[in-house]
């Protein structure tokens, strides 16, 4: 009797191991997509897409949270960090056409936006020169 009990508990934890789902790994999507959330209207500049990146010396892609605009920036042959042999650079940020701040690094989030439609400008200052090299504007709408 014992030993039927074992063998019962033995079977049931064999078929319970057996019985998992087999999870395939998600397949990677070669086109790039607009998150559904992300501004489309009036857009000023590209916001995605592996061609733009690659073409463009000053790449920028934004995403709004809430009330906060996420913003991503790539520039070729120029770097953020203080311990690199590239040249160093920063953003200016500008809000409806008043300078808002100085960034020192590629990726950044503006936080607390009021609802409504804002135009967010971006100047890339290359070395220790005070002029500006490149320029992007976009607008965003904050619900």
């Known amino acids: 009797m014992k030993s039927q009990k074992y063998f019962l508990i033995l079977l049931v934890i064999l078929v319970l191991t057996a019985c998992h789902k087999d999870i395939p790994e998600p397949e990677t999507k070669m086109a790039a997509s607009t998150p559904a959330n992300e501004e489309t209207a009036e857009p000023l500049m590209p916001v995605s897409g592996v061609?733009?990146?690659a073409k463009d010396p000053f790449y920028v892609r934004h995403q709004i949270k809430g009330?906060?605009?996420l913003?991503?920036?790539?520039?070729q042959d120029v770097s953020f960090r203080k311990q690199s042999s590239k040249e160093k650079g920063k953003i200016i940020l500008y809000l409806n056409g008043k300078k808002k701040e100085e960034i020192?690094?590629?990726?950044f989030?503006?936080?607390g936006l009021p609802s409504g439609k804002h135009r967010i400008g971006l100047e890339l200052v290359k070395g220790k020169n005070a002029d500006v090299s490149l320029k992007r504007d976009f607008i965003v709408v904050i619900p």
């Open 67 to 69: 009330k906060d605009v």
């Open 109 to 111: 989030i503006i936080k």
């Open 104 to 107: 020192h690094s590629a990726a």
């Open 71 to 75: 913003v991503e920036c790539i520039v």
């Open 51 to 53: 061609e733009s990146e």
